[in-house]
């Protein structure tokens, strides 16, 4: 019973994550999405995008924008992780980016390699002047990166 890293399609990725995520709808694009299959069933995926932040669209920063592991399956979102960035680096980008949620260890990030960069403060994005539902929790969000081209950076991230 071991995880294989699998190819997979946006729309199944997407597909995936609506069925299965515990807090998020499948993301509006992606640039890429890998799989991982345990006895050659789909148990996890995760989506690659453009960064949904301004600041990081770079051109050379990619962002894995959903994560999403059927439960009982440990080290599948390790796997999902290394493998999004080995692929984000054969396809030329410096860095990969994700958010987790402040409450959320940051485990499997941490055994594929990633560092914590920044906690942001949290909130709503209503506003008098836009009103807006919040679709997603509201608590403060930890970014983390993998660089994958570290000779590129003269200066750390924000």
């Known amino acids: 019973m071991t995880l294989r890293i699998t190819p997979c399609t946006i729309r199944a990725a997407k597909r995936f994550v609506a069925v299965h995520h515990r807090h998020h709808a499948p993301p509006q694009g992606a640039l890429f999405a890998v799989g991982v299959a345990r006895d050659g069933v789909l148990v996890g995926v995760a989506t690659v995008g453009r960064p949904v932040a301004r600041g990081l669209q770079d051109g050379v920063t990619c962002e894995a924008t959903r994560l ?20 984000a680096k054969a396809l030329g980008y410096w860095r990969i980016v994700t958010y987790t949620l402040a409450s959320e260890p940051g485990t499997s990030l941490r055994a594929a390699g990633w560092q914590r960069v920044h906690t942001t403060r949290g909130g709503s994005w ?6 807006r539902r919040d679709k997603a929790p509201t608590e403060p969000k930890v970014l983390w990166e993998c660089r994958l081209a570290p000779e590129a950076f003269s200066t750390p991230t924000p």
């Not at 999403?68 to 692929?87: I, K």
């Not at 209503?126 to 009103?131: A, E, Q």
């Open 68 to 87: 999403c592991v059927q439960e009982d399956n440990p080290n599948a979102c390790s796997v999902l992780y290394g493998a999004a960035a080995r692929a």
């Open 126 to 131: 209503d506003c008098p002047s836009r009103p």
